[in-house]
């Protein structure tokens, strides 16, 4: 996956498209990824103890790695992602400007 947790991503496409956000969970075998403020939906949870009341709260939803572009901290804009190999090493690259990310 080009993308990971704490990246800073774009949402490109859907109900939320132009939002930013944090990935707070990646799931690679779903090519899905968990953002914050990002496809929240309502869901109804009931009472736990006696005498407390059931209640709606918002939770965000795993949207699909399609949607996404990371931010590149150098350019400040969504782009695609390369890889460079250096001393043995992966990294990932902005392919707007270059900067390793």
């Known amino acids: 996956m080009k993308i990971k947790k704490n990246d800073q991503v774009l949402i490109i496409s859907g109900d939320d498209k132009g ?44 949207i699909p790695l399609s949607k996404a572009k990371l931010i590149c901290p150098k350019c400040g804009k969504g782009v695609r992602i390369g890889y460079e190999v250096n001393d043995d090493k992966k990294y990932r690259v902005c392919k707007k400007c270059g900067a390793q990310i």
């Open 19 to 62: 939002k930013k956000g944090k990935v707070l969970r990646a799931i690679p075998a779903a090519g899905k990824i968990l953002v914050e403020g990002v496809n929240l939906v309502k869901k109804h949870v009931r009472p736990k103890k006696g005498g407390e009341k059931g209640q709606t709260i918002k939770t965000a939803k795993p």
